[in-house]
């Protein structure tokens, strides 16, 4: 009967070493916890990934990262093996440089911590123009900021005709600008510039520069005064983004004369603006005249609508009776 109790008080004892393990998560006394994770590995254009923890069933852990861009993890702590989910702010923003982060995994009791490192690889290079690829200038000076969204490193050269405008800077990384500044365009011709943004990896895109050309003057109609037989005063006005070289007024009987088929009388000048007065002579009395102004700057000549007068049949005073 002895030896029998014996016997079951070691049946008994070698139980209660096992732990009584319910294999179901619970906890188990005497046994050895272990705790394994492997590094992760995830492209630049991804957003999450997935770690997987192998743990002992009795192993209680937490998990933790305190990189700003590995925006959450789920969940962050449990019991034995599972999977956990790992969210990264977004992509990698850099196309030139991978991007770690150190993530902890920690028993309960704190004997065992296993730090591994989460690697997000660079991403694809890109370059993108804010707005609209191709710029537009008037003639006058001018200067303005052309926004570049990017996650590379990124250097400006220009082709064309390059005189006239200038950029800052040469070279940028990631986001930024670019400043571009055109002097005034006296010319009669526009003008264009190709601006090339170049990535590390060769990504290219183009800005078009125009500028375009001054317009030819703006003539007011011209206005007929102190009307004789053989003549009368004309007067009108111009504006001009040049200055005006010649300005005048040609005349004829048949609407819509010019200087090419046509009597006129001009005068030099130098000015963007100006209200010339011109005096017709050698008139036919008593006959219906036809007039247009025209200015001449260095892009070209600029005519007005025509307007009439007609000449007087007699002089002044001609008729008058003089009583003696």
Not at 245 to 254: F, H, K, L, P, R
């Amino acid at each position: 009967m002895m030896k029998k109790n014996i016997l079951y008080l070691l049946v008994l004892l070698a139980l209660l070493a096992c732990g009584g393990d319910d294999g179901g998560g619970g906890s188990a006394s005497g046994g050895n916890e272990y705790l394994n994770v492997n590094n992760v590995d995830i492209t630049g254009d991804k957003t999450s990934a997935t770690l997987s923890i192998q743990a002992s069933p009795n192993c209680d852990w937490t998990i933790s990262c305190s990189e700003s861009w590995v925006s959450n993890i789920a969940p962050s702590s449990g019991r034995g093996s599972r999977e956990v989910n790992i969210t990264l702010s977004g992509v990698n923003p850099s196309s030139t440089m991978s991007r770690t982060a150190p993530i902890t995994i920690r028993n309960a009791s704190g004997s065992i911590t296993r730090t591994i490192t989460l690697t997000q690889t660079a991403n694809e290079e890109y370059i993108e123009i804010a707005g609209d690829a191709t710029q537009s200038f008037s003639k006058k000076a001018d200067s303005r900021e052309v926004a570049i969204r990017s996650n590379t490193h990124w250097t400006v050269s220009i082709t064309g005709n390059t005189e006239w405008i200038s950029f800052t800077p040469t070279e940028g990384d990631n986001d930024g600008s670019i400043k571009l500044s055109v002097t005034e365009n006296n010319t009669s011709e526009e003008r264009q510039a190709v601006i090339i943004i170049k990535g590390a990896g060769n990504t290219i895109k183009e800005l078009k520069i125009v500028q375009s050309t001054a317009s030819t003057p703006t003539v007011t109609v011209p206005q007929a005064s102190n009307i004789k037989k053989d003549g009368a005063m004309i007067t009108f006005h111009f504006d001009s983004e040049l200055p005006v070289t010649n300005c005048g007024v040609c005349y004829a009987t048949t609407d819509n004369p010019d200087i090419d088929h046509y009597p006129y009388v001009s005068q030099t000048s130098s000015m963007v603006q100006g209200d010339p007065q011109i005096q017709l002579t050698g008139l036919t009395p008593n006959t219906t005249y036809y007039i247009r102004a025209f200015a001449v700057n260095a892009v070209g000549i600029q005519y007005s609508n025509s307007n009439t007068f007609t000449t007087s049949s007699t002089w002044p005073g001609e008729n008058d009776v003089v009583t003696p």
